[in-house]
Each structure stands twice: as structure tokens, then as C-alpha cells.
């Protein structure tokens, strides 16, 4: 039984995705509404900012579960249900979902490195290009958690997807890292054959028109590459948290908040990047660890594995992984994280 059924939280989802645009809008229009490079001082304010507003997000959704959940007659009837537990756990839930998504969302950063110095984007306009990205991977996340909670009613499902991110992980574990080449990208390739695409940046627009005839500047194709990859990065992320929740609710709510500071974090973290390159192994575990949590450690412990041990055991891998980049130095140089 959800504790969060859409039909009756349909309001929220509506004011919580405006309250999202609302600020993302007031983030472009009025604090940056210049193009100009982000200062490391500023990104780490917008960083600090997005984690903390996440944070508060928290508290107040764990007081609302506490008022609400005793005034809930439908849950009151379940045997042995806990209301004081039971907003603990969903409080415990969105947190720990929103480290998992933050964790996974820095592979993202390793793709803007590589497509905004492929496509040669100035510093100053790649903020705007985060932006219209970070809107599009509203939308996308949207429908995949949507169709995700539809599609974990199935028990087979369930195995099906633990056992896809116990391979990603793998793979992220031992597979070689390559080169990442936009230029091979199929998209990318589609797309040439059916726009025009100036070899020029013009200033902080996606689209130019030169002689009657419609040119997309490569913020555009950056911006289509960008777009692209986060879908394919979404194909893990959003069974990973669904591993960690039954409810669609704290999937969207903490998945959306992992997202909102990534281009902050991204202009914070872009040119020490390198430094963490053990961190893509700790995200391979942590995959493996979600992928078994949903494909076998559920069931082990009577339905839910303990989501405090979960909480745990994620911030512990992530947080060797990071020292021991530190500790243990690089010994090739040039690699290139795909």
C-alpha cells in the first residue's frame, strides 16, 4: 500500500514541478542572467545552496508524514503500522535516494567536460546550455519514474532491473574506459542530416538565421548530446532509487533535487575532476549494492532491507572511494572517463 497514492497527492506533484520552475527561472532571469563564468565561490554558494534547500525539503516533508500519517485512516487499519516509524523511514528514504542520484549525477560531469571542450563552448555560455538541459531532464525523469512506478508493481520486474544494475555496475567495475567521441554519436549524425549546423558560436544562441535559412549553433548540439546522455544515464539511476523506495513520490521529489544543483556542482568540481578517478568504481559498487538490494536483499530481509544500513553503506563507499583518489595517485595520465 502506497503511503503516497498520486490520486491523492496529484496537487503535489503539480505545485512541487512549479515551485521547481519557479526558482529555476528565478536562478536564470535574475542571478544569472548574464553570460559570463561562474566563479568557483559562486558555484560552491549554488551547490551549498540547492543541498541545503534538499535538506530542508526533508525536514519539513518528515513533519508533514508525522502530522499526517495518525490522521490517515486508511493507513491506521494496516496491522502494526507505526506512524512515528513510518515518516522516519520515508524521511530516511528521500535522503538516502538523493545521495544515490547525487553520487550517479557526477558521471554526468564527466560528459560535460568532454562535450562542452569538444564543441569548443565558452565558459560563460555553458550555464545557459545546463539550464535548458536540466529542464529537459525534468521532463524525461518525469516520464521514466512515472513509467517506473508502474512497472515495479511487477515482482519479476523487480529481479529483472536488480540484476541489469548488478551488470552496470560490473561494468563499470572492469570495463576499459574509451575515449567519448560526439562526432560517432548516432544522434549527432541524425541530426546533421536533417539541420544545418554552424561551425561558429554566436554568442549565447542556440539557433541563428543567416540568409533565410535556419542554422543551429553548437550550443545546440551540446545541448541535443547532453539531453541524450542523461536519458541513457537515467536508465540506471531511476531503477537504482527504486530500489531504495516504493514510493514514486520520494523517487521524483529526491531525483529532482539531484539534478537541480548539478550545474552548480558541475562549475565547482570541473577542473578537479580528475582527482576523483576512483570515484567510478565506488559507483559501481554502490550500483551492485541497489541492483542486490532490489533483486534479492529485500526479500532476504522479510520485504525491506533496513534503509538506515542502506544510507550507510552508500555514504561508505562513496566516501573511500573519494579518499582513496586522494591517498592513491593516478599513475596514467590522459584517461578519459566515458
Do not use: C
Not at 233 to 243: C, G, K, L, N
Amino acid at each position: 500500500m502506497s503511503l503516497f497514492p498520486f490520486n491523492e497527492y496529484w496537487w503535489f506533484y503539480i505545485a512541487f514541478t512549479l515551485f521547481v520552475l519557479v526558482i529555476l527561472l528565478i536562478d536564470l532571469g535574475v542571478f544569472n542572467k548574464k553570460s559570463e563564468e561562474m566563479s568557483f565561490k559562486k558555484a560552491a554558494f549554488w551547490t551549498a545552496f540547492w543541498v541545503g534547500l534538499a535538506l530542508v525539503f526533508n525536514y519539513a516533508f518528515y513533519q508533514y508524514a508525522l502530522w499526517k500519517f495518525p490522521l490517515d485512516p486508511r493507513l491506521m487499519l494496516i496491522p502494526g503500522f507505526e506512524p512515528v516509524l513510518a515518516a522516519k523511514q520515508s524521511a530516511l528514504e528521500f535522503l538516502t535516494g538523493f545521495v544515490v542520484e547525487k553520487s550517479l549525477a557526477i558521471d554526468n560531469i564527466f560528459v560535460f567536460i568532454v562535450v562542452f571542450s569538444y564543441f569548443g563552448i565558452p565558459t560563460k555560455y555553458q550555464h545557459r546550455v545546463l539550464f535548458y538541459g536540466i529542464l529537459g531532464a525534468l521532463f524525461f525523469r518525469a516520464i521514466f519514474i512515472a513509467l517506473g512506478s508502474i512497472l515495479m508493481q511487477y515482482h519479476f520486474l523487480i529481479i529483472i532491473f536488480g540484476i541489469f544494475l548488478i551488470l552496470t555496475g560490473v561494468k563499470m567495475l572492469f570495463a576499459p574506459d574509451k575515449p567519448l567521441d560526439p562526432e560517432k554519436n548516432p544522434l549527432i549524425k541524425l541530426l546533421r542530416k536533417f539541420i544545418k549546423i554552424s561551425p561558429k558560436i554566436h554568442g549565447n544562441k542556440l539557433w541563428i538565421k543567416e540568409n533565410g535559412v535556419w542554422f543551429a549553433t553548437p550550443l545546440f548540439v551540446s545541448l541535443v548530446f547532453i539531453e541524450f546522455t542523461d536519458i541513457i544515464f537515467a536508465i540506471d539511476s531511476v531503477p537504482a532509487i527504486f530500489a531504495l523506495t516504493k514510493e514514486p513520490l520520494i523517487v521524483f521529489t529526491s531525483n529532482i533535487f539531484a539534478i537541480l544543483g548539478l550545474r552548480s556542482m558541475y562549475f565547482m568540481l570541473a577542473g578537479v575532476m580528475e582527482k576523483f578517478w576512483l570515484l567510478k568504481y565506488g559507483l559501481g559498487f554502490v550500483l551492485i549494492f541497489v541492483g542486490l538490494k532490489m533483486a534479492w536483499l529485500n526479500e532476504l530481509y522479510g520485504g525491506k532491507f533496513p534503509i538506515s544500513l542502506s544510507l550507510g553503506i552508500i555514504l561508505g563507499i562513496i566516501s573511500l572511494s573519494i579518499l582513496l583518489s586522494f591517498i592513491i595517485k593516478k599513475e596514467k595520465k590522459g584517461v578519459t572517463h566515458a
